[in-house]
């Protein structure tokens, strides 16, 4: 046997072990995520049958052999009878993927100038003829690009849609498309709620886990294309020698799905970890210690991704504590890593250590725009979607639209830290097409929050998107069994946008749970319609910061935290004349941090959208809303109105019974009973609490 060969079957991922050995599929415990397989009923497929006869992948290296594993397992599974493997697209049907370079029946075809348009994770999938018979082509300029193509060409038969007249043409519209995994050394996640790291560091190098293979699978089956391996609160060991080999073992093994790692950079590791005096980035011993060590990771590493750097916050190290700037800090890291290629993510994510703000969102705008234009070119600066940190509603960051000279990374959270975290079913995707579709008008109408991530709006190359990740070492990667959802959606949502949030949850249902029109109809229903549930039961009308040091349960009346700004009551401002933060023009200003008209509209209490009301202004009590309603009768009635809705979840999810397997159906149902007493909870206690101010009855609904 070839070494590569030999180190592919030790490699083997868990799940082709059962299929190979004719073993029974285990218990349906979420495990397979999206990529189940399960046969189609006869009816269904039928079609496919008659399309599909073989599988032929050309290609040799460790990605073509995934990709040829991928479509054998996925079709046998579906059609649910063994879908041979060939080298010869003899037959008609058959299902021919790779690229023009691994695959001579596909450079035949002589789509090499468009597939060279598309790029190297693009992907062409067509029904075409090879040799006079009629053939399902997956082809790409890259392996990336196959085996994306190949998923494609899967979720089509997993979500029921023909393939007899295919003709697809796709590419990512954003370059990097990032898990941010803010795992510990010590197995531990920061605000991971589905068991430990995923990394087994005690482990590595020497023996890599197969779940990671399933992990760097399920990334690639929707789009990821790199992983940050740590904790942005990061402990300078990450980039020790030893942890380097332990990284290059992971990058090893995810290599062949198309996913590149990073890692999370202690800007004074050369302090901690080095034996220099300083971490002041502009001493050239420092930055040629920086050097040093980018050169130590590519002889490792060669497709190393880069840095992702957390400073100068939350008791993090970083430049201002020798005077300089966030961009002398990032240059420093982008000279050492320019010659290979890699990048540095700089966080926007800033507040004072020593020092409280009037307006702590005022703060990252304040500190990053002036900046603009000093980056390296090989620097993003990484904002989160809103400028506090990921509330159950923010406006969109005022950093997007404001840095035009700079590429901006949008972080968004799919672990959800302030979302009832794996407790509560609460469907992302609506929450980030509100904020990729916002409108910042920083070039005039139409300059949507999306338009500068993906770079459009300033013809850019350089984009990238992160997502915190919600994986760890649950059997379900990610505690809730819908919590899956999130990361499917993220992944889909950074290839592509412009999909619907609708769109991608009845995928994600149909692969995931079941193609019974009533089941997709009623998961998709509870799906949509829970963040703004959620929202509405916990914090509405604009309110943010309404918890404690736990991120979970309601906590209005916080007002004692080690600082002002960690608590609710810096947030809320409740008292007796009214409700909200003043961020207008004559309170903090915030509001000027964005463009005109948008600061206008907001500015004004009659105009602003009631969803960020309190946001933006302090409202008294019998202030009129356009429902009629006074300010005190619409928060009662919010919070009524969101835990009634969860109460129906209950109903919702019942009557799905015997039409989901019993295992996944009773641990949702735990779920949600406990997140709509969760949310009565939320409103007994806000409503209680602000009722404390503004005297006022309870309305009777
Ligand atoms: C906050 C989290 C904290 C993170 C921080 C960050 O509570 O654990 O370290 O964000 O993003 O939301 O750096």
């Known amino acids: 046997m070839k070494s590569s060969t030999r180190c592919l079957t030790r490699m083997l991922p868990f799940f082709l072990l059962p299929a190979i050995l004719g073993l029974p599929v285990r218990a349906e415990d979420g495990h397979r995520l999206w990529l189940r397989y399960d046969a189609l009923d006869d009816a269904a497929r039928d079609p496919y049958r008659r399309s599909v006869s073989a ?106 849609q023909s393939i007899e007249r295919l003709d697809v043409a796709e590419r990512p519209r954003i370059a990097r498309r990032l898990l941010n995994h803010w795992d510990n050394l010590d197995g531990s996640i920061e605000r991971g709620y589905a068991g430990t790291s995923l990394w087994n560091w005690a482990e590595l190098p020497g023996r890599v886990d197969g779940r990671l293979l399933d992990y760097a699978r399920a990334n690639a089956s929707i789009g990821i294309n790199g992983a940050v391996l740590n904790n942005v609160n990061a402990r300078p060991e990450s980039l020790s020698a030893e942890y380097l080999k332990k990284t290059a073992a992971l990058a090893d093994a995810f290599r062949p799905y198309g996913v590149r790692v990073y890692l999370s950079a202690n800007v004074a590791a050369p302090k901690l970890l080095g034996d220099l005096p300083t971490a002041d980035p502009l001493d050239p011993d420092v930055a040629r210690w920086w050097r040093d060590k980018a050169n130590e990771i590519y002889a490792l590493v060669p497709d190393f991704g880069g840095f992702l750097v957390k400073a100068n916050c939350e008791g993090q190290p970083g430049p201002q504590d020798y005077g300089r700037t966030h961009a002398e800090g990032a240059n420093v890291l982008a000279d050492a890593l320019s010659p290979h290629g890699g990048v540095v993510m700089w966080r926007a994510f800033v507040y004072y250590k020593d ?50 000279r700079t590429p901006l990374i949008a972080e968004l959270q799919i672990t959800q830290e302030y979302l009832g975290q794996s407790t509560h079913l609460v469907y992302l995707a609506t929450m980030w097409k509100e904020f990729l579709d916002a409108d910042t008008f920083a070039g005039g109408p139409g300059s949507e929050v999306a338009k500068i991530v993906d770079g459009a709006l300033d013809g850019r190359e350089t984009t990238g998107i992160a997502g915190v990740a919600n994986t760890g070492s649950d059997r379900n990667w990610c505690g809730h069994p819908m919590a899956q959802a999130n990361w499917y959606a993220y992944g889909r949502l950074a290839w592509d946008h412009r999909l619907t949030a609708e769109e991608i949850a009845g995928e994600w249902i149909r692969m995931t749970w079941s193609r019974d029109p009533e089941v997709v109809a009623t998961m998709r229903k509870m799906m949509l319609d829970s963040r703004e549930a959620f929202v509405d039961y916990t914090m509405p009308l604009g309110l943010h910061h309404l918890i404690g040091g736990d991120h979970y349960a309601p906590m209005p009346e ?42 206008d509209l907001w500015n004004d209490p009659a105009a602003c959208p009631e969803e960020l009301l309190l946001w933006f202004h302090q409202r008294p009590w019998d202030a009129r809303l356009r429902s009629g309603r006074t300010l005190w009768e619409e928060l009662c009635h919010r919070y009524g109105k969101g835990a009634e809705r969860v109460s129906r979840f209950e109903q919702e999810w019942r009557s799905l019974a015997g039409k989901i397997d019993e295992e996944r159906f009773l641990a949702v149902e735990r779920k949600i009973r406990q997140q709509a007493s969760d949310a009565r909870d939320w409103r007994e206690k806000c409503v209680t609490y602000f009722q404390s101010f503004s005297r006022r009855p309870c309305p009777k609904d």
């Open 355 to 404: 020092d409280v703000d009037d307006d702590r969102v005022k703060r990252a705008y304040g500190e990053f725009v002036p900046l603009d234009g000093l980056f390296r070119p090989n620097v993003f600066v990484q904002a989160k979607n809103g400028p506090l940190d990921f509330q159950p509603r923010e406006p969109f960051h005022p950093l997007f639209g404001a840095m035009p």
């Open 55 to 160: 599988v032929v992948v050309q290609g040799q290296s460790p990605a073509a052999r995934i990709l040829r594993d991928e479509l054998k397992q996925g079709l046998s599974g579906l059609l649910g009878e063994p879908v041979p493997v060939s080298n010869k697209a003899s037959s008609p049907g058959a299902v021919l993927a790779g690229t023009p370079d691994n695959s001579p029946l596909i450079a035949s075809l002589g789509w090499e100038k468009e597939l060279r348009r598309l790029g190297p994770e693009g992907y062409l999938i067509r029904r075409t003829e090879i040799q006079g018979r009629p053939a399902n082509v997956i082809a790409s300029a890259g392996e990336s690009g196959a085996l994306y193509g190949a998923f494609h060409f899967l979720r089509l038969i997993q979500t029921g």
């Open 558 to 599: 916080n007002d004692t935290a080690p600082r002002a700004d960690w608590t609710a009551a810096y947030y809320h401002r409740a008292n007796v004349q009214g409700l909200g933060f003043d961020r207008t023009r004559g309170g903090s200003g915030a509001v000027d941090q964005y463009h005109r008209p948008l600061s």
